[in-house]
């Protein structure tokens, strides 16, 4: 298994190297859309309904909406001076009893292991926590945010459990239940039974994914009875008028300073740019998102 990701686990003044690996997979039956008549994947574009054109990646920028219809638009240096400092470390900042975290919170799950050939504070940490029966609440980088999340043991290794922040979970208030009759000892009784037969160990073996498994045996059935499309290569033919077309670096520029009636505050980056800017009725630039840098060790 290969790492994505190479730091530290910083635990007071001591810093454990690690690694994490993907932990999940998602499973879930993907299907393309293709053209019915000969069976090609059809290509999603990017197109700018006003302009009726398709668009090349460096005419196109990201915008906030303040309100419905309006953006507030930003380059990518703006957006990489928002981004969190690099950071190769899981910051534990306490520790807490798992039993009191809202399962609500759990994201997405990855393996750490040992970072070096030397594990003792490795293995220290994963027994404490195991003896204590605590997990730890840390700060991790990954890509371009920190985020919350908890490291417990899990068999000889531990576990990073991302978390939501609190703001992400939607309040249940509304949905409380009314005022209503107590249950009767009756009723107490039954359910109790029910759940006394119906209690066991917990195994997610025994609870397969039935939607899975339909969608491969129909997929199966089809390939036997021969209902298969094969995609063909399609030549790569001259870009009709309207269409999506190669642009040079200097020719996207001139258009990016000639743009007009766009809003946003954005500002041309050389003075060249500016006195460009000045003569057109009004600028505005935008940009692709920024690749998020990992740390790597």
């Known amino acids: 298994m290969r790492a994505f990701w190479s730091g530290e686990i910083a635990f007071g003044l001591v810093t454990i190297p690690a690694k994490l690996y993907t932990a999940t997979k998602d499973l879930t039956p993907q299907f393309h859309q293709l053209h019915t008549e000969c069976g090609t994947r059809i290509t ?17 920028g990201k915008g906030y909406e303040v309100s419905k219809g309006e953006y507030a638009l930003f380059t990518k240096e703006e957006l990489a001076k928002l981004e969190d400092e690099e950071g190769g470390t899981v910051e534990i900042v306490e520790f807490v009893d798992p039993l009191q975290v809202d399962l609500a919170y759990i994201e997405k799950s990855y ?8 594990a003792r504070g490795y293995d220290l940490l994963r027994t404490i926590l195991e003896e204590t029966k605590k997990v730890a609440l840390a700060k991790v980088r990954l890509r371009t945010r920190t985020r919350l999340a908890l490291l417990r ?17 939607v309040p249940g208030d509304e949905l409380v239940p009314g005022d209503h009759k107590a249950p009767s000892d009756r009723e107490k ?8 037969e119906l209690s066991g160990p917990f195994d ?3 609870h397969p994914d039935e939607y899975r498994s339909k969608v491969l045996a129909a997929v199966d059935e089809k390939v036997e009875a021969g209902e298969v499309k094969r995609e063909e290569e399609v030549p790569e033919a ?12 200097a020719e996207l520029l001139s258009r990016s300073i000639k743009a007009a009636g766009k809003p946003g505050p954005a500002k041309a980056k050389t003075d060249e740019l500016q006195a460009q800017a ?3 009725p009004a600028a505005s630039k935008g940009s692709g998102g920024r690749k998020g840098k990992r740390a790597t060790g």
């Not at 043991?153 to 992400?168: I, N, Q, T, V, Y």
């Open 238 to 249: 001259a870009p009709a008028a309207g269409g999506a077309q190669v642009i040079d670096l």
């Open 189 to 196: 009784q039954l359910a109790l039974h029910l759940v006394e």
């Open 204 to 206: 997610p073996a025994k």
């Open 278 to 280: 000045k003569e057109a």
């Open 153 to 169: 043991p899990r068999g000889k290794l531990f576990s990073l459990d991302m978390m939501r922040f609190a703001e992400e979970l």
């Open 111 to 118: 393996w750490v292991g040992p970072g070096g050939k030397n």
């Open 44 to 60: 999603m574009v990017r197109r700018c309904p006003k302009c009726n054109r398709d668009l090349p990646w460096g005419e196109i």
